[in-house]
């Protein structure tokens, strides 16, 4: 079984900063692609970053040049470095673990509690 936990959300204000970290049990942690994903009131969840198992990134658009998503695989911990903070980037942030074993078709998909994160003046 996999189990993300995460941490890090806050109030900020417009132009701040915020490290969101997620913490996974498990084994497979290093063999997974990990992600970001957000959600608004009222608006469907949306990705934010990806991070596959050989450290390979990428952004939405919105995002791009102000967050930044890393991983350590020794603490099983992924990152997201949010910088330059907008209103708009008001949501619920999710962390994402995604593993399959093509050998066996066993597909692994677990999704962390949230952490809220309000930038507000």
């Known amino acids: 079984q996999v189990q993300l936990v995460e941490s890090g959300g806050g109030l900020v204000q417009p132009g701040g900063s915020l490290r969101l970290s997620c913490a996974a049990s498990g084994s497979i942690f290093s063999s997974a692609t990990m992600a970001w994903y957000r959600q608004a009131p009222e608006k469907q969840r949306e990705l934010v970053a990806t991070?596959?198992?050989?450290?390979?990134?990428d952004y939405r658009d919105s995002v791009k040049g102000r967050f930044t998503i890393s991983r350590d695989n020794a603490k099983n911990t992924v990152y997201l470095q949010m910088n330059s903070l907008k209103p708009e980037d008001t949501a619920v942030y999710y962390c994402n673990l995604d593993y399959s074993n093509r050998l066996t078709g066993r597909r692994y998909n677990t999704w962390g509690q949230g952490t809220q994160v309000t930038v507000s003046s």
């Open positions: 991070i596959t198992s050989g450290g390979s990134t």
